[in-house]
Nanobody, 121 residues
């Protein structure tokens, strides 16, 4: 069985930085795309950033000049470096993986449990 485990969330001041990590556990053969979504209170979950296995990235317009997504395929881990954080970045951030192939399992998509990021003034 494969799980996505996020870390790195917490409380940060306005304008500060945080780095989120998401590691896929299990006997994994390959993962296609990995990405980050977020859901703020009272709002729908939205895509923040996505990265393909070859490194091609795409970002939500609201974060494109402040956030950077990267991945380490050898560690089956995706990162989200968040700089110049704004109050509106406060949300639960969820990791997602598409097309995961592992020993005995194949997943079209997997979600992490979420990690809370709170930006304070």
């Amino acid at each position: 069985q494969v799980q996505l485990v996020e870390s790195g969330g917490g409380l940060v001041q306005l304008g500060g930085s945080l780095r989120l990590s998401c590691a896929a556990s299990g006997r994994i053969f390959s993962i296609n795309d990995m990405g980050w979504y977020r859901q703020a209170p009272g709002k729908q979950r939205e895509l923040v950033a996505r990265i393909g296995s070859g490194g091609i990235t795409n970002y939500a317009d609201s974060v494109a000049d402040r956030f950077t997504i990267s991945r380490d395929n050898g560690k089956n881990t995706v990162y989200l470096q968040m700089n110049s954080l704004k109050l509106e970045d406060t949300a639960v951030y969820y990791c997602k993986a598409w097309e995961v192939r592992a020993a005995g399992y194949r997943y079209l998509e997997l979600w992490g449990q979420g990690t809370l990021v709170t930006v304070s003034s």
